[in-house]
Each structure stands twice: as structure tokens, then as C-alpha cells.
């Protein structure tokens, strides 16, 4: 069970930190949106770290750790309302998004409130507000990453037939 656990918070963090990666490259794009594009500061934002690449190495673990964060969380209040701590059914699946959708949300809410990750991330959440894209990227974050972890399941269930 333990190892299970870790596996699932292992292939969200890895998720996450890929997102990340992918997230800075489009921030520093002309063709990306402006709220991708709102993310700059934040990705060229002053550390101590002074190398540039350890600097984003750094962010994508951060981005990782705060799925994993809350992903616990929610894993924990879904195995108390639903008593699964993760999907592993396309229902169970809709049933944890419902759940994650708040969570997610009020995590990106308090980051931006606290300040979290300082004030280089200040532009974005005035550009594209505060809740509702953090909530979106856990969505993400799960639906992924439950494909990851469902692979041969959902690869019998539903493509097996076709090929």
C-alpha cells in the first residue's frame, strides 16, 4: 500500500515538474497567451540561485511538490467522503476532479495570498486571477497522471478492441 502511494505521488510530481518545464518555455513565447506570458516574471525571478538552469530545476520541483501537497489532501478527504484515497475507475475519477476542483482552488487562492513562491507572481494572478487556472493545472495534473497509472487497464478496457 505504501508503495503504491509513493508511486502515485512520485508520477504526480513528475507530471507537475514536466508541466512546469513546458509552462516556462511557453511564457517566453510571442505566440503564447497572455496569462502563459504572465508566468515570465516568475520563471526570471531573482534567487539566490544565480544559474539559470538550477533556477528552473528549482521551480519545476516546486511546482511538484505543491501538486503532491495537494494531492494528499485530497486523497485524504476523498477517503473519507468516497472511501477511496485515488481513482482507479473512469467514476471514481469524476468523483475525485469533483473534489480536487475546490481543493486546487483554494491552494492557488492562499498561494497567491501568502505569496508563497514571493512577489514575482504577482502579475500573473492580476492578469488571470487567483483560483481558477491553479485548480485547472491540478486537474490536469490528476487526469494525466491517472492515465499514467491506468495505462494497461485503460489500454484493455478500451483500445484493445480497436487494434
Same mark, same amino acid.
Not at 513528475?14 to 508541466?19: G, H, L
Not at 511557453?26 to 497567451?33: A, F, G, I
Not at 485548480?135 to 497509472?149: D, E, K, L, N, P
Given at each position: 500500500m $505504501?508503495?503504491?502511494l509513493?508511486?502515485?505521488? /512520485?508520477?504526480?510530481? *513528475?507530471?507537475?515538474? &514536466?508541466?512546469? +518545464?513546458i509552462?516556462? @518555455?511557453?511564457?517566453?513565447?510571442?505566440?503564447?497567451?497572455?496569462?502563459?506570458?504572465a508566468?515570465?516574471?516568475y520563471?526570471?525571478?531573482?534567487?539566490?540561485?544565480?544559474?539559470? $538552469?538550477v533556477?528552473?530545476?528549482?521551480?519545476a /520541483?516546486?511546482?511538484g *511538490?505543491?501538486?503532491? &501537497?495537494a494531492? +494528499?489532501v485530497?486523497m @485524504?478527504?476523498?477517503?473519507?467522503?468516497?472511501?477511496?484515497n485515488?481513482?482507479s475507475?473512469?467514476y471514481?475519477?469524476?468523483?475525485?476532479?469533483?473534489?480536487?476542483?475546490p481543493?486546487?482552488y483554494?491552494?492557488d487562492?492562499?498561494?497567491y495570498k501568502?505569496?508563497v513562491?514571493?512577489?514575482?507572481?504577482r502579475?500573473f494572478?492580476?492578469v488571470?486571477?487567483?483560483?481558477?487556472?491553479?485548480?485547472?493545472?491540478?486537474?490536469?495534473?490528476?487526469?494525466?497522471?491517472?492515465?499514467?497509472?491506468?495505462?494497461?487497464?485503460?489500454?484493455?478496457?478500451?483500445?484493445k478492441?480497436?487494434?
Open positions: $505504501i508503495n503504491k509513493l508511486y502515485i505521488c /512520485f508520477v504526480y510530481f *513528475i507530471v507537475s515538474a &514536466i508541466a512546469d +518545464i509552462l516556462n @518555455f511557453l511564457s517566453r513565447q510571442s505566440y503564447s497567451s497572455l496569462k502563459v506570458r508566468l515570465k516574471p520563471f526570471l525571478r531573482n534567487t539566490i540561485v544565480k544559474n539559470s $538552469i533556477r528552473d530545476i528549482l521551480s /520541483f516546486n511546482a *511538490i505543491t501538486i503532491v &501537497i494531492l +494528499i485530497t @485524504f478527504v476523498s477517503s473519507i467522503i468516497f472511501k477511496f485515488h481513482p475507475s473512469l471514481e475519477l469524476f468523483l475525485f476532479i469533483c473534489i480536487a476542483f481543493i486546487g483554494i491552494f487562492y492562499l498561494i501568502i505569496e513562491f514571493g512577489p514575482s507572481l502579475y494572478y492580476k488571470a486571477g487567483a483560483g481558477f487556472w491553479g485548480a485547472m493545472s491540478f486537474i490536469a495534473a490528476i487526469v494525466t497522471s491517472y492515465v499514467i497509472i491506468n495505462r494497461e487497464e485503460l489500454y484493455e478496457k478500451y483500445f478492441k480497436i487494434y
